[in-house]
Each structure stands twice: as structure tokens, then as C-alpha cells.
């Protein structure tokens, strides 16, 4: 059978990346994390309208049932390639050639821990299995990329033995993946440069995030020319996760390199996602948490009130995530901020008003534990003495 071409076989152009997702498979590995099959629809869906390049659909030896699942997700698909995940097995790409999918990812043990701990076996099985297994599939007319499991536990020297064993056997790519999370920025640079200068196939970089770095990680492979990231929507995934699809994408934009992703839909695409994971996002989950252009600090809102410039930067607008700046008043508001937010609820909002419920609101936030609403202002101001309620002595604030 003839091999078809592949649209995200060769990399992309210089200053550009691909995106590829794995949220359907390896952050439906998150431990309690399981997609119905609307669900996985939908986030396909999502991710294909957001610009995701490619997305990783499943595992195909989970059985009939998933492979049903994923014949429907790849149907959703419009601009998206839909990629199957096997490992090392004929058997595996026997049942994905049952998916009806053209792309196919190989996930290669590389590691002495995994190559013999795992497969029970040594490193020239892994080199003559992987070739078969890749000119059988290309034979079969599918486009395949080879993953090398634990590649940040592997000796570069083999890593570069098997990338080539895979570009000879038909490999369109080479994924290094940092299975265990063990990398920091300054290791995974170092990786990617050794590697990307010394095979023939595209890399791509895959992301955990045990000490925190997945995004980091990902972000120093592409600067060391990784054209591919692979990441998960709202870092799902094993153990920590991976490397967040909302956080690489916005930190490359805002470094001038193209993703073709969406920025101002990835507060709906990441929504989605914690709802149908039941994973609800930390308020101060960068780029889409419910808190992160919320300003409460005095001098933070005076300057915002002032210029937005003062406390933004434009590559980190909330407009460009399709959101807006919001400000709130609690136990670290000031008299400007005070002000804004007593005028917002139509009460009095002169500086000797502010000055004087200042104390009031302090008192109030450190049991209430969250910012004062309209109700909370108005309920606050009872307390203060009628001289207060529109105008008063002042007992002192920040601006």
C-alpha cells in the first residue's frame, strides 16, 4: 500500500510550532479521570476549533468499545489529525487499523529500567522490534511517529540508535517523553539540543509535571528546536500531569512564536474540560483561572484605575484569553479601589466614606475569606456612624 501524505509529517516553519493534544488519552489516565463518549466528542470538538494540530484519541487496545469511541471522535474531527496510541505490539496495530485513523503513535520503552524491568528483554530487541513494527505499520498505510518512553532516564547514545532505526523503518517523528517528570529546564535543553542535532526525524517534546516544570520543560524544548509539543488541556494526566495546553500556548505567543491555537477560546476549551474531568480549576490556574485577573491589593488597583499599563503587559492582556480585568475589594483595598467599588454599588463613595469603613471591611475579610460583594459594602456601611455615610473625618488608608 502506498504511504499517504501527512500534513504535520515534516516540522513547521521557523518561529512556528505544532501543537499536539493528548487529552483523550493521557489525560484520561489521570487517576479518576474517565471521558464519556459525549464527552470526548465535545472536547475533540473543542480542540479542533481551538487550533490544535493533532490529537492523540485513545489507546486502541482498550478494546471494541474504545475503538467504536474513537472511529466517532476522529469523525468530529474538521482540521485536526486524530492519532492512536499503541505500544510496542503487531497486536496493537492490528486493532488500530480498526479505527479507521491514518496516524498512529508507537510508545517505545528506552530506559534500562523499563527495557528490562518492563519488556524483560534488552536494548537490541528493542531496536529490531521497533523497526519491524514501524515498516509494518507504514506498510499499512499509516503515518507513524515512535515515542521513546523515559527518554530522560535513557542514554543519549541509544535514544539516537532507535530515532534512527525509526527514520529508516518509515518514522515520520521522533517523541522523547520525560515520562517520570524528572527534568528541569536546564537538563531538557540540553536533551533536545543533543538530540535534534544529531537525528534525522522532527522531535517532539511530551511533559510531566512532578516537580512543577512540565510548562517550563516544554517551553526550553521548543527554544532548542523541538518543532512538536505535546501537552494536555489544564495540565491532565499521570501522577502531576502534563504540560498545560493553555500555558505553553499563551507563554509561546507571548515569545513571538506562532501556535496556531486560539488564544481567546481557551477559557471555554479548559471549562469543558474541568467539567467533564470533575477537576475543578485552581483559582489561580494561570491564563484560565477564575482569579487571575482579579486585583484586590490597594496599590494594584490604584495604578489599574489610573493606566492598565501600570500592572499590564500586553502579551498577558486578559483580552487576548477573552477575558477582562476585574477588581475587587477585601482586606488589602485601598481608598481608590474602595471608592470604585462603593460607586460600582451605588452607595457613597467619598475618600472619608472609604477612609473611615476601611477597618470595618479589614475585620469583615478576615473571617468571610473571600472578596466583599455589593450586599457585603452595603451591610458594612450600618456600621459605620451616620457622619460616615457620605462624608466624614478620614482615619487613614492606602491610596
Not at 506562532?258 to 474531568?277: E, M, R
Not at 494594584?300 to 487576548?320: F, M
Not at 467619598?350 to 473611615?356: F, I
Amino acid at each position: 500500500m502506498t504511504q499517504p501524505a501527512f500534513a504535520h509529517s515534516a516540522a513547521p516553519a521557523p518561529g512556528k510550532v505544532t501543537i499536539c493534544d493528548t487529552t483523550l488519552r493521557d489525560g484520561e489516565q489521570t487517576a479518576g479521570v474517565a471521558f464519556s463518549l459525549s464527552e470526548k466528542c465535545a472536547i475533540a470538538l473543542a480542540l479542533d476549533a481551538v487550533g490544535v494540530a493533532e490529537v492523540e484519541i485513545g489507546v486502541a487496545a482498550m478494546g471494541h468499545q474504545e475503538i467504536a469511541e474513537m472511529r466517532a471522535i476522529a469523525a468530529t474531527l474538521e482540521r485536526a489529525a486524530p492519532v492512536v496510541w499503541t505500544r510496542l505490539r503487531r497486536g496493537d496495530i492490528e486493532l488500530a487499523r480498526q479505527t479507521g485513523v491514518r496516524r498512529l503513535h508507537i510508545a517505545v520503552p528506552t530506559s534500562d529500567a523499563q527495557v528490562s524491568g518492563k519488556l524483560r528483554t534488552d536494548r537490541a530487541w528493542v531496536l529490531e522490534e521497533t523497526a519491524r513494527l514501524v515498516r509494518h505499520a507504514v506498510g499499512l498505510g499509516f503515518g507513524v511517529s515512535v515515542g521513546a518512553e523515559d527518554a530522560s532516564r535513557t542514554e543519549l547514545g541509544f535514544l539516537i540508535r532507535l530515532a534512527d532505526v525509526a527514520a529508516r523503518a518509515g518514522a515520520i517523528r521522533f517523541r522523547i517523553a520525560d515520562t517520570l517528570g524528572i527534568l528541569n529546564p536546564f537538563a531538557a535543553h540540553r536533551l533536545v539540543c543533543d538530540l535534534t542535532g544529531a537525528v534525522r526525524l522532527p522531535v517532539e517534546f511530551h511533559a510531566h509535571n512532578d516537580f512543577g516544570m512540565a510548562t517550563a520543560n516544554t517551553l526550553v524544548a521548543a527554544s532548542a528546536g523541538a518543532p512538536f509539543l505535546s501537552v494536555t488541556v489544564n495540565g491532565l494526566g499521570e501522577r502531576a500531569g502534563n504540560a498545560a495546553l493553555e500555558e505553553v500556548a499563551a507563554a509561546l505567543e507571548a515569545a513571538g512564536v506562532a501556535t496556531g491555537i486560539t488564544l481567546n477560546t481557551l477559557p471555554q476549551l479548559s471549562a469543558l474540560v474541568a467539567t467533564a474531568s470533575a477537576r475543578p480549576l485552581p483559582a489561580a490556574k494561570p491564563i484560565v483561572g477564575e482569579y487571575v485577573f482579579t486585583h484586590e491589593a490597594g496599590i494594584h488597583v490604584d495604578g489599574l484605575l489610573k493606566d492598565r499599563r501600570v500592572y499590564e503587559a500586553a502579551v498577558i492582556a486578559p483580552d487576548r484569553f477573552g477575558r477582562a480585568h476585574r477588581l475587587v475589594v477585601g482586606k488589602h483595598s485601598g481608598v481608590s479601589g474602595l471608592c470604585h467599588a462603593l460607586r460600582e454599588a451605588g452607595l457613597p463613595d467619598d475618600p472619608d466614606t472609604a477612609r473611615a469603613l476601611l477597618p470595618f471591611l479589614r475585620a469583615w475579610a478576615n473571617g468571610a475569606k473571600r472578596p466583599a460583594g455589593p450586599a457585603d459594602l452595603a451591610q458594612l456601611m450600618q456600621a459605620l456612624p451616620p457622619l460616615h455615610h457620605g462624608g466624614g473625618t478620614a482615619t487613614g488608608g492606602l491610596a
